[in-house]
């Protein structure tokens, strides 16, 4: 959205630099891109009259031309064959920089210097318009107005001597998509009101309600409709001013009734729209809805076709506008039209929005509108294009405006709490303070005690609707860099393992073990939200067949980005995503939301290499221990001891081998291979390893209270041991069984070779673990260790059938 600081100081005082206005504007959260000086593009350029020309001496195309620049007459070297005496041109004088060189392949810029032409000096450039950058037209000079002064700076010749200021307007604030808009946020800098134009209109006694009929049969969609008829309207180009405003903003200019419409639209945001009053049938304006199928011819020539959802604007006969968005070919304004009918109305933004959307169409009136328009703008701005049209035309405006408003819009008032207010901002206000920081908003109060507010909200803010939106207007107002930031630092390790939000510790547990967070939607293709078995439940109204079921796993979303990685040349991925699934409870369908259940969840992806490739550091593709590992290591980091590893037969179809998760007993997850059939729907051919876990199984097993141990003082004890057991026996009852008769001085166990092979028989596997024994209060003997490892041979021989290998 482009805004003009010249503009701006027609509805408020403004003496802020460009540079201070642009920071406090987004410091107030209307983010400014940035600005321009229009002025400085033709720095060194002047009006200048030509009062004498004569021919080149040396060369038959060129003219020698004396030039009166206001100070001084310059003689100029001139290759324009339109050029002649009396004319008022535009120069460029020594050392200027003209935007475009005419002779240039790539039309690059150039310095004008003092240069001797074919033997005759030249001392400047009289400019085409396509080397001013204002037209396409190179053949020949510019020509200006024979009204301009000589020696005027051509910046203030073309109405240039102004900043325009780029904003970043949010989604939730329409109002801001307009001079007026930007003009309120300014109060609060200036302290000073800004105000609308006054309007002023001579009115015929000819009464619009009797020239014209407006009907609205679908009041949600459409608001309000308000309407001015016009006639013994002249259309030709707009006057130079109206020219230049439009495309300081970036609107092209089109003819003076356009023109005005576009202009009240990017004063008041209120979008406007101008039929020819003799091609409506029947001079009648009916709002409703297309008919699925429908054809129709938008102003940029597009048939486009139509359904049921999408609000038309339609005359006696015939759908003439697309409502909110884009106006009709059949009812356009013309060189021919002398009578005019201006529509100013207000459509719900969600039909506007599902619209624009569904025909790929977006205009300067639906971005407003899919951003809420104020409701009571509509009469205001339809008087105002009438004002300016009446100004520039002399044309016959009748007597009132037609509005049609079939439910007015209730004013909001919100009650707010000052000690509230406080609380939330760390401040110290009064109510007065409060008061005063709001009616800087055009936010009122109704009623005012000590404890609380009671304030009028303005209907130009629908984005205000509760109580903290009032409070963050007070911050906003206030100023951030006012409020105080109280922060303590402090080590407790008595608090809590988990202090803050949960997930915002899995977060930042998961980027410091070198995972990148993932973000996917909840809606996917609903074979693909069905990967990982069950039903996905539909959307009744999805925006698209790639959105139309909600996701039963993250694990499809996972791969897709996975996909959209390795297409970009990112093979080695370590991803993470914290988010819901969607279930039934039952197999069908039901309106009964109790019926549903949403969970959430964790995943880890890894594929491609585990470590970047460097010297002396063998390559090797991901395996599943190393998933299994980052399984633990995560586990391991919020105290969950009591976890086990299940091997299972796979019943869920996306993984082809892997381990179910239990935490004190119950199901918290799995991890394992992607299936390569899986795999291969999404265009991977390496392997990818993933884990899903229930994020709720893991929050309410966590050992919140810490338990703290001195480190040992005496010496630990290591001994090996391996045991050859039946092949089908899990490796942790093996390990369950060791712990068990270790006890207490048992203080680490750790597998560390598998063997499967002819030296234990057929049937039979080597399972090697290296022990530690750690006392706490003495030296542990050799015998002592001897025996304990004893009576772990012994236990787990009797237990496990095993067999001690040497």
Known sequence: MKISHNWLKEYIDVKLTPEVLADKLSML??????????????????????????KHPNA????????????????????????????????????????????????????IQRVKIRGVESNGMICS??????????????????????????????????????????????????????????????????KLPSVKIRESKSQAVKAATIKILDPQKCRRYSSRVLHNVKVQPSPKWLQDRLSAVGVRPINNIVDVTNYVLMETGQPLHAFDYDRLAKHTIIVKRANDGDTFTTLDGKARKLSSDILMICDGERQVAIAGVMGGSNSEISETTTSVLIESANFDPSSVRRTSKFLG???????????????????YAAHRAAQLIQELTGAEVLRDAIDVYPKKAKVKQIRLRVKH??????????????????????????????????????????????????????????????????????????????????????????????FNEMLTFSLLEDSTASLAGGNAINVLNPVSLDASALRTSLVAGALQVTKHNRYHGEQNLRLFEIGNVFSLKNSQMSDDLADYQEEERLILLLTGHP??????????????????????????????????????????????????????GTYAGFFGKIAKSIAKRFD?????????????????????????????KFPSVRRDLAFVVDVTLPQRDVERTM????????????????????????????????????????????????????????????????????
């Open 29 to 54: 959260g209307l983010e400014v891109a940035s600005f321009e000086d229009l002025s400085k593009k033709y720095a060194g350029f002047v009006v200048g009259e030509v009062l004498e020309k004569t």
């Open 60 to 111: 038959d195309k060129l003219s020698h031309c004396k030039v009166n620049v206001g100070k001084e007459v310059l003689e100029i070297v001139c290759g324009g064959p339109n050029v002649a005496a009396g004319q008022k041109v535009a120069v460029a004088l020594n050392g200027a920089t003209i935007p475009h060189n005419q002779h240039d392949s790539e039309g690059k810029p150039f310095v």
């Open 129 to 194: 318009a396509y080397e001013l950058d204002l037209g396409d037209d190179a053949q020949g000079i510019l020509v200006l107005d024979e009204k301009a002064k000589p020696g005027t700076p051509l910046a203030k010749y073309l109405g240039m001597e102004d900043v325009v200021y780029e904003m970043e307007v949010t989604a939730n604030r329409g109002d801001w998509l307009s001079h007026i808009g930007v003009a309120r946020e300014i109060q609060t800098l200036t302290k000073k009101k800004a």
């Open 361 to 379: 169409l977006s205009t300067d009136a639906s971005q407003r509108f899919e951003r809420s328009v104020d409701v009571e703008m509509t009469v």
């Open 421 to 514: 207010v406080n609380d939330v901002l760390g401040t110290n206000l009064s109510a007065k303070q409060i008061v005063d920081l709001l009616k800087l908003l055009d936010v009122a109060p109704v009623s005012q005690s000590k404890e609380a507010i009671v304030l009028r909200v303005p209907t130009f803010r629908p984005d205000v609707v509760e109580e903290i939106d009032l409070i963050e207007e007070v911050a906003r107002v206030y100023g951030y860099d006012n409020i105080e930031t109280k922060t303590r630092a402090t080590v407790d390790f008595s608090k809590p393992l988990v202090t803050g939000n949960f997930q915002d510790e899995l977060r930042n547990y998961l980027v410091g073990a070198g």
């Open 611 to 664: 470590s970047s490739s460097q010297y002396g550091a063998e390559e090797r593709e991901v395996e599943f221990f190393d998933l299994k590992g980052e399984v633990e290591a995560l586990l391991n980091k919020f105290s969950l001891d009591k976890y086990s590893f299940i091997s299972y037969d796979s019943d869920n179809a996306l993984i082809e081998s892997g381990l179910k998760i239990e935490i004190n």
């Open 684 to 712: 991977i051919d390496e392997a990818v390893f993933v884990a899903e876990l229930r994020t709720k199984v893991i929050e309410e097993n966590l050992k919140v209270e810490k338990k703290f141990k001195e480190l040992p």
């Open 739 to 806: 712990l068990e008769a270790g006890g207490t001085l048992l203080n680490k166990l750790v597998l560390f070779d598998v063997y499967v092979g002819d030296q234990v028989g057929a049937g039979k596997k080597s399972l090697a673990y290296a022990l530690e024994f750690q006392p706490f209060d003495r030296t542990l003997t050799d015998k002592e260790a001897d025996e304990l490892v004893g009576k772990i041979v012994e236990h787990t021989q009797r237990k496990c059938n095993a067999k001690l290998r040497s």
